[in-house]
């Protein structure tokens, strides 16, 4: 029996976070970041009010790579923040958390945007990706109030005891399919949760390898600075590897003096994220090619590819087949939701990144969308802290991933998540390669955030 909600309270905060280490997207560069923090209140058909949390990164150099100077960015995306929030405290919404946000997108989401770029007339566009993560905290806040209304943890509160609605209500299938979303439902496509997760780390594009890359200028703290510590501190034996994608030779010799490290290491895979920079796949092609013919022990260890080309798939539909049939290629940033999958399937694109940060609720449709046509998941971090690193593994260990989960906010700021590892250290610390998701509470996303000593500014 379907229970509704509808949201009676919203409360917005913005929680600053500065990296120990730069973190480089392609060719911006990530310093310090705002997390936008979000309390929701719902209401049932009995009266009965529940709270919700959400959190997400508001990471300008991801979600919005602009000449245009960071203040200005970053402003523009809380501003659009407090509009979101005025907007959902007042739209009387009702149903489903999933009948909710993915309303709010079809409805209102795209107006605000539109007066967000009227609003700034003569300035830059604010990209639709940064709309989605802005709104993402709301959406993960009524998802989390929803399970502590019903008293249940957010994944089980997905089944057809809560949503009366089946996918055809929200998805279509690719025309050259016989697949039918008519009485299919969320929970078709979701599995069991795992725990541990095999868990992903990130070498970014400015980490060092070796000690001849050092430059005397990185953090003196407990935690490591050398790639070849970061995996035997923490057991790993996944590593996803940032590259350039302008630059074939840096990134050639950056794939190997990784993937010889990785062998000597004992870790097992590895995935390359060219950050959106190639526009040709003979750049990828070549890559791979000369891998496999000079070093194909590395090559094998690639599990997968990540978003080489650029971020708006409808504007540049580059046939990609001749990459995927060497790797598995998985949409990122272009994977707004399940249209983009969709399209992105018929340009060759085999798999897809699911990130919490473009809402849980896109992220949903998208994973069922693509499991229902055999694509591959993949659940990756926008290098969540705090509260935000929750849902995102939760995801995962529910969404039947490829090999686990990318985490790496506990390389670029571990101190930020003290308060919440204090009650999660499995979630916030990597060990024997894993992350361990025991110590979640019985409802919501089990955050326990009664328990964190964090003061909210």
Known sequence: MPHPIVIRDVELFFLPVQTRMPLKFGTQV?????????????????????????????????????????????????AFCRTIADKLANCELSGHPLQIGYRFQQECLQKLHDSETGANQGKEAMPHLAALVCLSAFDIAIYDAYGNAMEQPVFQALGTNHLSDDLSSYLEPAVDSQISFTGKHLSDYLTPQRSPLPVWHLVGGFDPICEDELTGDEPDDEYPVLLRDWIRRDGLKCLKIKLRGDDADWDYQ????????????????????????????EYVNEILDRLVTEHPRIYGMILYVEQPFPYDLETNQIDVHSVSARKPLFMDESAHDWRLVRLGRSLGWTGVALKTCKTLTGALLSLCWAKAHGMTLMVQDLTNPMLAQIPHVLLAAHAGTIMGVESNGM??????????????PGIYQRRNGVLDLTTLGPTGFGYRVDEVDRELP
């Open 30 to 78: 990530l310093t310090e970041v705002k997390c936008c923090r979000v309390r929701v209140v719902v209401e049932d058909q009995a009266g009965r009010t529940a709270t919700g949390w959400g959190e997400t990164p508001l990471s300008v150099a991801w979600v919005w790579p602009s000449d245009l100077s960071w203040v200005a960015r970053e402003e523009r995306l809380i």
């Open 254 to 281: 950056r794939l190997v003096a990784i993937g010889q490290l990785a062998i000597r290491e004992n870790a097992d895979w590895l995935t390359t994220d060219f950050n959106c920079t190639v526009t040709d796949p």
């Open 411 to 424: 390389q670029f700021y571990p101190d930020a998540s003290l308060p919440e590892q204090a009650i999660h």
